[in-house]
Nanobody, 121 residues
Framework: QVQLVESGGGLVQAGGSLRLSCAASGRTFSSFAMAWFRQAPGKEREFVAIISWNGETTYYTDSVKGRFTISRDNAKNMVYLQMNSLKPEDTAVYYC??????????????WGQGTQVTVSS
C-alpha cells in the first residue's frame, strides 16, 4: 500500500504561483512513477504531469507546458508541482497519483485525496 497526501492548494489570482506537495508513505516510493491529475467541476479527471521513478523523465499536457514543473525527492518521499502563470482555467482539484507503470490515463493504482486550486481572474 502507498498513502498519498497532497497539500499546497489555495486561492490565487491569475498570473500567480502555487507549489503543490505530495507526501508518500508505505511501499518503496522510489520505484513508482508519480503524476499529477486534475478535475474541474463537471469535467473528467485529466492528466497534468508525470515524472519517472528516478526523476530523469518528465512529461506534461500541452496546456501547462512552460508553466508547470514536476519534481520529486526520493530521499524525502515527496513529489512537487510548481505552478506558475496560473490561469482561471487551471482551477480544479489536483490529485497526486502513484503507479509502477505510470502513463497519462487516470488508471493509477494509488491516489491522494486531492487539493483545491482556485485561480481568480
Amino acid at each position: 500500500q502507498v498513502q498519498l497526501v497532497e497539500s499546497g492548494g489555495g486561492l490565487v489570482q491569475a498570473g500567480g504561483s502555487l507549489r503543490l506537495s505530495c507526501a508518500a508513505s508505505g511501499r518503496t516510493f522510489s520505484s513508482f512513477a508519480m503524476a499529477w491529475f486534475r478535475q474541474a467541476p463537471g469535467k473528467e479527471r485529466e492528466f497534468v504531469a508525470i515524472i519517472s521513478w528516478n526523476g530523469e523523465t518528465t512529461y506534461y499536457t500541452d496546456s501547462v507546458k512552460g508553466r508547470f514543473t514536476i519534481s520529486r525527492d526520493n530521499a524525502k518521499n515527496m513529489v512537487y508541482l510548481q505552478m506558475n502563470s496560473l490561469k482561471p482555467e487551471d482551477t480544479a482539484v489536483y490529485y497526486c497519483a502513484a503507479d509502477e507503470v505510470g502513463g497519462t490515463r487516470a488508471q493509477y493504482e494509488y491516489w491522494g485525496q486531492g487539493t483545491q486550486v482556485t485561480v481568480s481572474s
